[in-house]
């Protein structure tokens, strides 16, 4: 079984990232699973506006996108800004719209049989409204969304410290965490064993 991080922070690489922190507490859970994870740091490449599998000449998206059909299990982690997800994380999902037309040799939507969840950091709040923005979205595009699939962290109400400059709640991010990977997982096996039939006609 294969797993994708998306990794959504606004911050390239080499800068330390406060979402990939969070998001490794989930992947280290998903290794023990005997899943593959792999992590992707969107920011880093030039994936163009659109919403089309490909924007053509320069666009980077077919890449990730050949990954996230390649796994089983998704993650997106974003940070909160404004209330909000992160610019970089409004991008992935509006390139993964060109999903909700494509389909499978059994005519199922191509997100069908697949899991995912959602890792939220930020030194405000507004998680809950990140985690259900692109909980939604991932549903609307064919995706199973089990319970509990979510951690996150801040010291919220208000402006705070960032995840990698203070221990404070760590131990219940890292709790829920590893739940997250065990549902994503359990319920990635129940799809395996038992697939979704297409979409009524």
Known sequence: M????????????????????????????????????????????????????????????????????????????????????SSVAQRVLERMDAMLSETDDENRPVAYGRVAGVVVTGNEDGAHHVISEISGALCDIGYTVPGQAWT????GPGAGPDYLDDDRGHDWSRRTGRTMAANLHATAQALAARPLPPPEQ
């Open 2 to 85: 294969k797993a994708l991080v998306i990794n959504c922070t606004l911050k390239k690489s080499p800068t330390p990232s406060n979402t990939h922190a969070l998001a490794e507490v989930v992947a280290e859970r998903l290794r023990e699973l005997d899943v593959d994870v792999e992590f992707v740091r969107a920011v880093d490449l030039a994936i163009s506006p659109g919403v089309s599998s490909d924007e053509g000449a320069g666009d980077e998206w077919p890449g990730i996108r050949r990954r996230v059909l390649d796994s089983e299990i998704l993650v997106i982690a974003s940070p909160t800004w404004l209330g909000r997800p």
């Open 152 to 155: 996150y962290w801040h010291l």
